[in-house]
């Protein structure tokens, strides 16, 4: 079992940064891979940056792609995503997830997640 914990979203106005943390607790075996999706209302759940906990390889989508970057602190069971240059399309509920097992290249996709925290909100405004 797995508990992800969301922190620091927020409100901030567009070209502003913002980072938010994810801390996770529990079994550190299913957390090899841990990555940050967003979801607006009426849209489905994206995936928009995903990291190894082992060897650091990380994966991006293009619609944050040299905006976004994800990182991680093993020691204190933390993921981070510090977030630049933000737009209003960028507003949505950002939620953390987690998943054991190998892969390819850290996966974006949410159905290959499953562990998930309760979402953290950000707002940005023109």
């Known amino acids: 079992q797995v508990q992800l914990v969301e922190s620091a979203g927020g409100s901030v106005q567009a070209g502003g940064s913002l980072k938010l943390s994810c801390d996770a607790s529990?079994?550190?075996?299913?957390?090899?891979?841990i990555a940050w999706f967003r979801q607006t209302p009426g849209s489905e759940r994206e995936g928009i940056a995903a990291?190894?906990?082992?060897?650091?390889?990380?994966t991006y989508a293009d619609s944050v792609k040299g905006r976004f970057t994800i990182s991680r602190d093993n020691a204190k069971n933390t993921a981070i995503l510090q977030m630049t240059s933000l737009r209003p399309q960028d507003t949505a509920m950002y939620y953390c997830a987690a998943r054991g097992g190998w892969a390819p290249r850290p996966p974006l996709l949410s159905r290959d997640y499953r562990y998930w925290g309760q979402g953290t909100p950000v707002t940005v405004s023109s």
């Open positions: 529990g079994n550190p075996q299913s957390w090899d891979y």
């Open positions: 990291i190894s906990t082992t060897n650091g390889l990380t």
